[in-house]
Nanobody
Framework: QVQLVESGGGLVQAGGSLKLSCAAS????????MGWYRQAPGKQRELVAR??????NYADSVKGRFTISRDNAKNTVYLQMNGLKPEDTASYYC??????????????WGQGTQVTVSS
């Protein structure tokens, strides 16, 4: 059974930093990619950052402020968030795109962690 466990959210003042972690239990799956998405009230869920074995992608709004990284041995992905702004306030969700032994891919989501940035 696949399980994604997030941690690290909280309340921070503008300009501050937070680091999110997502530990994945993936059973017999392999990881295609892991990433972070966020959803603010009344808005659609959006990609924040994504990492594969050799490529990272960032939303334009977080480039230069956020860094995604991955510990392959621990199946854990991190999101270091610096220079936080009030508009970064949202629920942040970990995503894992996994591949089974037959080559089929599946998306899994964490439960979400709240990040609130005060002005």
């Amino acid at each position: 059974q696949v399980q994604l466990v997030e941690s690290g959210g909280g309340l921070v003042q503008a300009g501050g930093s937070l680091k999110l972690s997502c530990a994945a239990s993936i059973g017999t799956f392999s990881i295609n990619a892991m990433g972070w998405y966020r959803q603010a009230p009344g808005k659609q869920r959006e990609l924040v950052a994504r990492i594969t074995s050799d490529v990272t992608n960032y939303a334009d709004s977080v480039k230069g402020r956020f860094t995604i990284s991955r510990d392959n041995a621990k199946n854990t992905v991190y999101l270091q968030m610096n220079g936080l702004k009030p508009e970064d306030t949202a629920s942040y969700y970990c995503n894992a795109n996994l591949r089974d032994r037959l080559g089929y891919s599946y998306n899994y989501w964490g439960q979400g962690t709240q990040v609130t940035v005060s002005s």
